[in-house]
């Protein structure tokens, strides 16, 4: 690679020369010594930037298509030969020179094109620079001088029907498709890029401004020259220097950018002194400092979930290759240990990201244990609120199976018990009749505890009318006199459960040790929060861990992600507060 | 007299055809279900239809919901809504745009088949019934200045009876008390909870009803 980049040094010169004589001794009076002189410079800039971008970034692909963008400069030269040989074989290429330029703007810096949009122009660039001057070729009229083309007549090889008339418009479609169309896409792309561009990316992409203004230039150029009647003298030679200007600083910005991309060594010594300081939350932005990228974001990986966690144990998706994300894995004794989201930008800075992964791997396997043992309380606090979730739906399942089934079959057989004492009359045995009675009595009083059992499993109208019904309901049928505000809206059914269940418990004390005379029962929303609050005038004393009952329920409120409070001095009365989040 | 009776339990719907076939009430149909309820009723104008609250296909408040509509469209026929559980509130509900030839009770209220016959008979009549649960559950709470609180056991006795919807008659039978007795007894309640006398049994329960409401209210 070294021996070639050498040899290319001498062939760009010699290629220069060529393309000198080429243009002075083809063109006549259409060029001067100083133009002529100007196209090899541009050349022979893109050669020099790309060799050298080549050598200090072997792997980066923007070199080798940098030296071959100006290669292509060069040999285009070659199409002002009068040899029928070279005028069609460089005639046909001669246009691929500013699609290279245009697709080492695009893979700029990475080497990569990134994007979609940019993927098909490039394609369709290379398509559009090759297919149109082959066309051109094919009917080329030696008699019709073409644009830019001095008037004596060159053979085309190719020439399978001569028709100028259709040369001349095809050259014409060919620059409003190319430097119309095309050229107007490239430009937006390129702009689109750096509006989108993250803060860090920005400084570094600032080159594609000069490259979306070059390729401005040369469209305004191409056009004015092929469609206005008279073009004047003097805007032709300020549109030639302003582009040469242009194209001879657009190589050397591209390389001073992508090495200007490459980032300070001294970032991973401070990096390591800063990890040993930072906690680890403040890994990401250490980390993000040292790399220059502050929208980077690190992934933790879990060996026994086999997913990436951000620092708080959530699960992370990581970017899919090719856009403006890119991920860099760091690993250690072939474990995955955690990934790094940045910027694409950073893709030429392997040896710093290894670096900063390296320094920062310590650290990463901190914060990597604390994610993993966050995940699993997430995940415990989830499977806690399941549970409760799945109690929930037992118990209103319970509840609909005790009135569907026994209840009404015991109703039933009664009914059928009470018929037959009626049809038999009084006229039987009186020890029968007591017998039939007693036991419709029985099943009666059966009933009943059914009923009373159902409710206090699930009471039936908290799943059909809401929490502030059945605390209603419930409050009518309290020995103590309890007043109740309470908010009408539905809840999830969790929460209204949990907080109808509280007031049941905390009422059932009231009743049992309070020797209160009155109650209130409120349950309103606040901040988010179903808050549940029973509130008596007894004698107070009562704890929340005691046999009362309020131990069990505290743990279903704290499942929901709430908390449970009993305020209960002695002779000053019971609180019971319970607070619920109800997100909705 | 002609029912339809509205019932997904097959054994309870049997037991109560059988019951009422018993008594001499004509069946005019039994059905399972809301529309096949809605169907009955249209189709054999019955003096009354017994219909469970809770139904196929939601087994929640279909019968309820089906009573209403009936109510809407063929308000001479009476209902008498059953339910495994009742609530004042879904009472009160109910009752309050047109009590008349209305009834929720309690479905183990069957068993005391002399009772639930009256119900029937009144529902058909236009009167209401109101279980004494329901009835229970609006006197029960107790208030801040209750004015039920001035009311002797005997009168809250009377009270409640007025309340389920029954008439004075009724209040005798159940009570064993001279037709005398109970008038006086209505008379003093009236007076006490401030409520002007109501010479008929439907608006009476209203007045009643309103009354006990309010009280929830305030």
């Known amino acids: ?584 | 007299m002609r029912v339809v009776i509205a019932e997904d339990s097959v054994l309870l719907r049997e037991g109560l055809a059988r019951m009422l076939a018993d008594e001499g009430f004509e069946i005019a149909a039994q059905v399972d279900n809301a529309d096949a309820l809605h169907h009955a009723v249209h189709r054999e104008k019955p003096d009354v239809a017994i219909v469970d609250v809770r139904m196929p296909p939601t087994q929640t408040d279909e019968g309820a919901r089906a009573a209403r509509e009936i109510r809407a469209a063929h308000p001479e026929v009476g209902i008498l809504l059953l339910s495994q559980v009742v609530e004042a509130k879904h009472a009160l509900e109910l009752f309050s745009e047109h009590p008349e030839g209305f009834g929720y009770l309690l479905k183990d209220r069957v068993l005391e088949i002399d009772d639930f016959l009256e119900a029937i008979r009144r529902v058909a009549r236009g009167g209401t019934a109101i279980d004494p649960e329901v009835v229970a559950q609006l006197m029960g709470r107790r208030r801040t200045a209750d004015p039920l609180a001035e009311l002797s056991p005997r009168e809250r006795e009377v009270l409640a009876l007025m309340a389920e919807g029954r008439s004075n008659q009724a209040i005798c039978r159940k009570l064993f008390l001279s037709p005398k007795t109970v008038e006086t007894h209505v008379h003093s309640i009236f007076l006490k909870l401030n409520l002007p006398p109501e010479a008929d049994d439907h608006r009476r329960v209203l007045a009643v009803l309103a009354q006990l409401r309010s009280l929830e209210g305030g």
């Open chain 1, 1 to 584: 690679m070294r021996a070639l980049r050498f040899a290319l040094v001498p062939a760009a010169i010699a290629l220069g020369v060529v393309a000198y004589r080429i243009q002075l001794d083809n063109l006549g009076a259409a060029t001067t010594p100083a133009r002529s002189l100007a196209i090899v410079a541009v050349a022979w800039a893109f050669v020099g930037a790309g060799l050298v971008a080549w050598a200090r970034r072997p792997g980066n692909r923007l070199g080798p298509l940098l030296a071959a963008a100006g290669f292509a400069l060069l040999l285009r030269q070659l199409r002002y030969s009068h040899d029928a040989g070279l005028f069609t074989v460089f005639f046909a290429l001669s246009e691929l020179s500013y699609a290279l330029v245009a697709h080492s703007v695009l893979a700029y810096p990475s080497g990569r094109v990134v994007g979609r949009p940019e993927r098909v122009l490039v394609r369709v660039g290379y398509a559009s620079m090759l297919l149109f001057p082959l066309a051109i070729l094919l009917v080329y009229d030696a008699s019709r001088p073409l644009r830019f083309l001095d008037p004596t007549a060159r053979d085309s090889l190719l020439l399978v029907w001569e028709n100028g008339a259709l040369a001349v418009n095809l050259q014409k479609a060919f620059v409003v498709f190319v430097w119309g169309v095309l050229a107007s896409a490239f430009i937006f792309l390129v702009l689109r890029r750096l509006v989108r561009a993250t803060p860090r990316a920005r400084r570094i992409l600032a080159p594609l401004l000069l490259a979306a203004v070059v390729f401005a230039l040369r469209a305004v150029f191409e056009c004015v020259f092929t469609f206005a009647e008279r073009p004047s003298e003097i805007l032709y030679v300020y549109l030639f220097w302003w582009q040469v200007a242009g194209f001879v600083a657009l190589p050397l910005a591209l390389l001073a950018g992508m090495l200007r991309a490459r980032l300070a060594r001294a970032g991973v010594a401070e990096l390591v002194l800063e990890l040993e300081r930072a906690p680890p939350q403040g890994l990401r932005d250490a980390l993000a400092r040292a790399l220059g990228d502050p929208t980077l974001e690190v992934a933790l990986w879990l060996p026994e979930r086999s997913e990436y966690v951000d620092a708080s144990g959530r699960p992370v998706t990581l970017p899919d290759e090719g856009g403006a994300r890119t991920v860099t894995l760091l690993e250690h004794e072939g474990e995955p240990v955690a990934a790094i989201v940045h910027d694409a930008t950073l893709v030429d800075e392997p040896e710093l990201l290894r670096a900063s992964g390296a320094a920062a791997r310590m650290a990463l396997e901190n914060a990597r244990l604390q994610a993993e043992m966050r995940a699993q309380l997430a995940e415990v606090q989830r499977s806690r609120a399941r549970i409760v979730a799945a109690a929930d739906e037992e118990r209103r399942r319970i509840e609909r199976d005790l009135h569907d089934g026994a209840q009404q079959r015991l109703v039933a057989l009664a009914l059928e018990l009470r018929t037959a004492q009626r049809r038999l009359g009084g006229s039987t045995d009186p020890e029968l009749e007591r017998i039939l009675a007693a036991s419709v009595d029985e099943l009666q009083a059966a009933v009943d505890e059914l009923r009373e059992l159902a409710r206090g499993v699930h009471p039936a109208i908290l799943t059909e009318d809401g929490l502030a019904a059945a605390l209603e309901s419930l409050s009518s049928r309290t020995p103590v006199p309890v007043t109740v505000d309470a908010c009408g809206d539905r809840l999830p059914p969790q929460v209204e459960a949990t907080a109808y269940f509280v007031a049941c418990e905390a009422l059932a004390n009231v009743v049992k040790h309070s020797g209160a005379s009155a109650a209130t029962v409120t349950a309103l929303r606040r901040n988010g929060m179903l808050v549940i609050e029973v509130e008596d005038d007894g004698v107070g004393g009562a704890h929340a861990d005691g046999g009362s009952g309020l131990r069990g329920l505290a743990d279903r409120v704290e499942a929901l992600g709430g908390r449970l409070r009993v305020v209960s001095p002695a002779g000053g009365g019971t609180r019971v507060v319970g607070e619920i989040p109800c997100a909705s």
